[in-house]
């Protein structure tokens, strides 16, 4: 931690510098997420109107060493977005670039700055027939979208955030403050190393992005949903490549949730509206079939209800409902919260190639019942791409036997058995303070090695986000 | 250049180390692009079998500072692949690597070793309905298919390479020859910064890619196809909407050619049948729309002549014509070859936002006219995704007047034009010797220093591939 002059010094020297207004004071506010974990002490916090007021902002820590922290809508899940507790790192808000900078509905593509917030841009693009299509529980800035590279729930059909960037514009931490301008909205780009690439998934380090290119998707224009009763894992991935033969691309979300996790919903959210009792149901899909092309309701219904019909026949689906999408959606957006429910909630985000998800949720449950045997352990989250997100409950009876140090070795050995599954330990959620031991941990070190060599280049100094690679 | 002595120690380093059989003396191959150019001359063609092997290689290589160039199927066309004149340059073959190293239908993913070609690799993912889908007009091998990120003729609804690369495994030209392992095939996998990118159209640099991990899309059931005439580029424009709010994310291609492009075809190989008489059309557009969803060819038949109905009565359309795509795609197929025929032809291959396409088109179109009467211009490619072929023919009877500096004058000038229309002068086919001239004239510094800079970083010998950013 920096000595109180010294961090005197280094605000009067930001303040001096920036002036008018944008930085503000000392910052110590309660942070979204994980508060207890991660609330951290800033500096200050700047707040750029503009990427040449970014750019002022870098020149001046680059001259005092203070490291900046980007921060959004402040939506991440893994504190990278939150200053540590030392006060010397300084929060850069950008919650004043705001601006739309171009939306071009012919080109399908839309350029904002850092600060707009997914559901504005969205509202913009909506009035041409279009939409940025990653569909998530939160509504993060433009710059929290490209740090973390969101998945969510559609990817199997639209991808990540990655997958739908054209262009970035960012500030590096140099003695200039250069300013890397790669935003041009083109779909074919090939004009040597794509330097973008470097900002997206780097949850905050090497660069301040300032602003994004988005490629945008028509809106969806005909669907239909299905909630279906699965009589083990197995049947439901069955079920998911039969409705890929059958629809295509057009599958838009295959969404599993595990029969004791629908339980709590009905329990704990009885207006939320379970279309089917369990029996001997291990899993529940909500399965969504999606196209730009109008007119098709009809049409998708009737296939999906044969499609249904002979899986039935074959008993991979033991019951099923058809409803429109947004009912079913209810109770998937209801589970976090439903399984939370009585209990301190421990939560994974992790991913599998698909044929290995239903092995290793079986391995999970198994494990968890025979060496935690008071605590359950409810699996959901999106079958189609393989991620999925678990909730290890600890009933609040016995939560002073899970403190920090259970918690801790609890999660280690579950992420052991993720990587021995093939998995990944941070599906979408990326690497913030909150699991960089892990980071640590499970990625091989040759390539932690290459990504820490491609940060010191980048930003040599080490003054930008929260993860030192 | 390396002094003959020198050069034969380094050789006899490599073939003692290496031993096997498997590096090759001296080569001088011609080479399959530019040859006039480019050709290049080794100082041996590596031919490792394996990781391993080329982990070997990479080491005999760094201890002797032996410069290294990746070779796949050698389809490229900037001359990324080929090595220099000096003869000190080795080239890597993976035309040994040819393993499918994982096929899981279960995950639609496919592990190749870096010498499979997208044909081989198709072949085996059509046995269980899948497929790679870029849509190409050569058959490169996966690793030329990652260095390049491909784009193709059906990148409007599938993406370019990158988004369909799912991980990679490279050597790097460190002591160690270290292997850097992320080629898990996960769909959400943000552990940290994501190093496959560094890799990915990178044109061969900072690695050798010895295997790629690939996302499978279904296999289109359903489709439809149409050659449409426009009476202008806008008018094109106005029809590729049309057909987006028709079929939205089926929409699958909408090529376009100039009229005097298909006159050249209809010249020059009259067995390929185009539909009907040019009249006053100034482009035509291959339209072709198509789904992994069975059984919809005729309802997407009907509704296409619905809209190509709507856009002839509002006269956006002047005549169009219905038929299997193969059909059109001969048309297409043919161009460049028709074009290229009665001169010499200097190819640019350039994209833009698809609202500024129309524009260029004229612009280019009409500064040739003035500036070059004698020579011919032709236009044709991706009007989906804003790529741009543009052809301009040198008649041989004038062709002494246009030698290699007026070549590259003209060149110039016209990327020149690309820049101000705010277009890429590569896109789709990557930076190597042949172009990177203009990489460094069109390319910012700023990006330029970053890619530089993290090129550094992972090859800070600078021994891999041909182009030092």
Sequence with gaps: MNALPERIAQQRALAATLGDGWLEGPSCEPYATDAALIGGVALGVARPASTADTSA?????????????????????????????????????????????????????????????????????????????????????????????????RLIKYGDVRRN??????????????????????????????????????????????????????????SCAAFVAFASYDAALAGLLAFERAFGEMLS???????????????????????????????????????????LDALLEERALATLDALANERVVLDAACA??????????????????????????????????????????????????SLSCHAFGHFGDGGCHLVVSIPHAIAQRYGPLQQVALRGALYDRVVRAGGCFSAEHGVGPVNVAYYRKLVPAESRQLAAAVQHAIDPLGLIGRVRY
Aim: hydrophobic share 55%.
């Design 165 to 222: 960037v054209l262009g970035v514009e960012v500030v590096l931490a140099d003695a200039a403050g250069t300013v890397i301008d790669a935003l041009a909205p083109l779909r074919k780009r090939n004009a040597g190393f794509d330097v973008t690439q470097c900002f997206i998934g780097a949850n905050g380090a090497n660069g301040l992005v300032t602003a994004v290119s988005f490629a945008l998707a028509p809106l969806e224009r005909s």
């Design 57 to 153: 902002l870098a020149r001046v820590a680059v001259a005092h060493r203070v490291a900046l922290v980007a921060q959004g809508a402040r939506t991440g899940l893994v504190g990278a977005a939150v200053p540590d507790r030392s006060g010397t790192q300084c929060v850069v808000s950008f919650d004043r670039m705001r601006a739309i900078r171009a939306f071009d509905p012919a080109n399908r593509s839309i350029t904002v700055e850092a600060g707009v917030r997914l559901s504005d841009l969205n509202r913009v693009a909506a009035e041409a027939g279009l939409c940025l299509p990653i569909d998530l529980g939160s509504d993060p800035a433009a710059g929290g979208l490209v740090g973390a590279n969101a998945g969510g729930s």
């Design 253 to 295: 979300a295959f969404e599993f949730m595990s029969a004791a996790a629908v339980d709590c919903v009905a329990a704990a959210f009885p207006a939320v509206r379970v279309p089917f009792a369990a029996g001997d149901a291990a899993c529940y899909a909500l399965v969504e079939i999606a196209t730009g092309m109008p007119g």
């Design 324 to 373: 429109p999408a947004e009912r079913f959606w209810r109770i998937r957006d209801a589970l976090p919260a439903a399984v939370a429910q009585g209990g301190v909630p421990l939560s994974f985000d992790v991913s599998f190639p698909r044929g290995a998800l239903a092995a290793f949720i079986t391995d999970a449950e198994q494990w968890i019942a025979a060496a935690h045997p």
